[in-house]
């Protein structure tokens, strides 16, 4: 078993960090934020005054923080966790936030010698406390095979993606895709409510044809075909509009910086930035049919 220090115990990182207890690590916790010490150490966490606590004399850093600029700030200020770890620790970053930062903290980790990996999640709140998330790992192969055990304690899916920041690159393309097709299926069924087809029939006919997709057969965006989706309860996330956007804008800044060429995904962009702005951020994504037909 080994010993852990778990930075940033959110709504992810604070249902990860206690399978990691579950699964018989020693794991000691620090967050900014009281709450959420308090919820870590009412299930059995034990909690440090500081990042830098956190890291001293472990086997294991994870970081699972809000973007970028906190995992730079953890990492890299004076007396970040990369001056803070002993030889040999390994870094995990789960936090979701741009391929550049992971790739450059990871560099400032393997000049000082330790290995560091980036392991963005899917799966959402409800695979974090049920230790079912998918792991989208990037890094060496030592760092990937220190790293594997631990994610194993907190997801069911854990998948080598390459080299640093590669993780990172997996899940803003497949949020991208993600993104794009949910607006795609929304278009589908509010055109086909114009045009007097039955939500139900659609599904069934486009669920086994060449439209079939994951927004549509596992998320349908409206209420009937698929019952475990939101807009079965009035789109409560789920994942929220606001992720959404989040991951959106990190695919467009990649695509920026690498000279991809992405239309739709800049639309995507777009229109969930402007679902945001009117007071969805805390929808469901799939809240964008709304949205599309008008609703306020
Ligand atoms: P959250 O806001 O609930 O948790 C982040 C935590 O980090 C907060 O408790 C905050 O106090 C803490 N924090 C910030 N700066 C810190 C610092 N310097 N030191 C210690 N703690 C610090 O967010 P979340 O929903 O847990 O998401 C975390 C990450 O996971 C994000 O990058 C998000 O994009 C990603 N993610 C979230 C979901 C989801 O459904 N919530 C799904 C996939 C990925």
Known sequence: ????????????????????????????????SQPAIAS??????????????????????ITMLPAGAHVRAVYLADGGVVETARAGTTFIDCSTIDVQTARDVAQAAADAGLDMVDAPVSGGVAGAAGATLTFMVGG???GFAKAQPILEAMGKNIVHAGDAGNGQAAKICNNM????????????????E???????KLFDISSTASGQCWSLTSYCPVPGPVETAPSNRDYKPGFSAAMMLKDLKLAQEAAQGTGAPTPLGAQATAIYSLFDA??????????IIRFLRGES
Do not use: Y
């Open 194 to 200: 114009k045009l007097g087809l039955d939500h139900q």
């Open 177 to 192: 895709i993600l993104g794009i097709s949910m607006i795609g299926v929304c278009e589908a069924f509010v055109l086909a």
């Open 1 to 32: 078993m080994a010993t852990v220090g778990f930075i940033g115990l959110g709504n992810m990182g604070g249902p990860m960090a206690v399978n990691l207890i579950k699964a018989g690590h020693q794991v000691k916790g620090f967050d900014l």
């Open 278 to 287: 009117a007071g969805h951020a805390q929808t469901d994504f799939s809240g």
């Open 40 to 61: 870590f150490t009412e299930n059995g966490g034990n909690s440090v005054a500081s990042a830098q606590d956190a890291a001293r004399d472990v086997d294991i850093v």
């Open 140 to 142: 060496s192969e030592a």
